[in-house]
T-cell receptor, first 115, second 111 residues
Framework: KAGVTQTPRYLIKTRGQQVTLSCSPI?????VSWYQQTPGQGLQFLFE???????NKGNFPGRFSGRQFSNSRSEMNVSTLELGDSALYLC??????????????FGEGSWLTVV | SQQGEEDPQALSIQEGENATMNCSYK?????LQWYRQNSGRGLVHLIL?????REKHSGRLRVTLDTSKKSSSLLITASRAADTASYFC???????????FGGGTRLMVKP
């Protein structure tokens, strides 16, 4: 079974631009979450989608948004990029949501550099 | 904000030795999961332990959970150079699949 797949793996953007990152969850998984990892703030939760609905949202500005499609694939978008948005963005998938035994699997991440 | 802290922040040992990493958290949890991250890569899931469990094993890994002390530990026995990585604990609460991560422990295993 293929793991969580994220594209692109690496990208460089200019301040003020926007970026879209893509995530394909493990087959059969319906929950997709996104995390940001930076040296200063560590790993921080962005949002979770389940059955095309946003279930939870972290403490990030509205420039960060996401969506989930009917096939469970997800995208996240960051508009008006700032230098501080440079980070590793990790996607995670899980079969379902809200149960105590839910193992959450991560992809390899997308490295975003804002210049 | 991060749920808690991991201790130590960095650990250097020789191959064959055991490595113990500790994780503390602040709020009630449903489960706690440990992950490994090699430099610049994604997170690899190691073990999930539910809040009503006290200990779990997987190969050379042993995880304990003490909910009264809000702490967990990860023991890697007979470590190998390939175990060199950062290790993170992540707690799951009542908000769906939202995980709150600790700061991680950087483990170096010298051959």
């Amino acid at each position: 079974k293929a793991g969580v797949t994220q594209t692109p793996r690496y990208l460089i953007k200019t301040r003020g631009q926007q970026v879209t990152l893509s995530c394909s969850p493990i087959s059969g998984h319906r929950s997709v979450s996104w995390y940001q990892q930076t040296p200063g703030q560590g790993l921080q939760f962005l949002f979770e989608y389940f059955s095309e609905t946003q279930r939870n949202k972290g403490n990030f500005p509205g420039r960060f948004s996401g969506r989930q499609f009917s096939n469970s694939r997800s995208e996240m978008n960051v508009s008006t990029l700032e230098l501080g948005d440079s980070a590793l963005y990790l996607c995670a998938s899980s079969p379902t949501t809200g149960i105590s035994g839910n193992t959450i699997y991560f992809g390899e991440g997308s490295w975003l550099t804002v210049v | 904000s991060q749920q808690g802290e991991e201790d130590p922040q960095a650990l250097s040992i020789q191959e064959g030795e055991n490595a113990t990493m500790n994780c503390s958290y602040k709020t009630s949890i449903n489960n706690l999961q440990w992950y490994r991250q090699n430099s610049g890569r994604g997170l690899v899931h190691l073990i999930l332990i539910r809040s009503n469990e006290r200990e779990k094993h997987s190969g050379r890994l042993r995880v304990t959970l003490d909910t009264s002390k809000k702490s967990s530990s990860l023991l890697i026995t007979a470590s190998r150079a390939a175990d060199t990585a950062s290790y993170f604990c992540a707690t799951g609460g009542e908000r769906g699949n939202m995980l709150t991560f600790g700061g991680g422990t950087r483990l170096m295993v010298k051959p």
